[in-house]
């Protein structure tokens, strides 16, 4: 039975097959989302074997979000690959469900004989991106990486994807180029509205976007 990583071509599913399970089958799942073109190419440049499989055609809300994607992949790729275990990538401070670790614990329970792994659970951005750095890998590849849900080419800026990818740079002294500038909405993410808004996003990564706001 396989060992499988879900890659997305984004900073986070690069980081946990670079830094944590290199020897991992990484497949790209399509979904039909605007933006998923993009997302591919990346993905292909980090792994040029990559294998791939037709997901559904998902409905995506305005903002970019896929409801109830993460499920729809983790079954659709157990069946296909005869996995044993599929490894997801979610920093610590995510707020959508199917990556929090009750998910991923019920639907263990749904795909029997399945595990289902978080490297970066304990680990917000942040510190996913200074794991990458502290282990000397190159800063050029992990900016190579997509994290944003527009379809145009260079990254919004705007999209929730884009403001922590952001946020996580700038706090390791790295940066790139955005079609508007993250700041304005990082500051947002930083003035969270109610104490049960902060404590929901989590106390580490709301100070993590005030620290990105300072330097």
């Excluded at 071509?9 to 946990?16: H, K, P, R």
């Excluded at 275990?85 to 199917?98: K, N, T, Y």
């Amino acid at each position: 039975m396989a060992q499988i990583i879900l890659l997305s071509g984004g900073m986070d599913s690069l980081i946990s097959h670079r830094l944590f399970y290199p020897d991992a089958q990484p497949v790209f799942v399509w979904t039909g989302s605007r933006y998923q073109h993009h997302d591919y190419r990346h993905a292909v440049q980090q792994v040029p074997q990559l294998s791939t499989i037709a997901g559904p055609d998902l409905r995506e809300w305005a903002n970019g979000v896929v409801p109830h994607r993460n499920s729809i992949l983790l079954a659709q790729v157990a069946n296909q690959f005869d996995a044993s275990e599929i490894i997801v990538s979610a920093p610590r401070g995510e707020l959508i469900w199917d990556q929090q670790p009750a998910f991923h614990r019920a639907m263990e329970k749904v795909l029997r004989g399945v595990r289902i792994r978080n490297p970066l659970r304990r680990l917000t951005k942040t510190q996913a991106v200074a794991a990458w750095l502290a282990r000397g890998l190159p800063r050029a590849e992990l900016l190579a990486s997509r994290s944003c849900y527009s379809d145009a080419l260079l990254p919004c800026g705007q999209c929730p994807a884009c403001v922590k990818r952001w946020i996580a740079l700038k706090n390791n002294g790295l940066s790139e180029y955005y079609r508007e500038d993250p700041r304005q909405h990082a500051e947002e993410l930083a003035a969270m509205g109610t104490l049960r808004d902060l404590l929901r996003y989590g106390l580490r990564p709301a100070w993590e976007a005030w620290e990105a706001l300072r330097r």
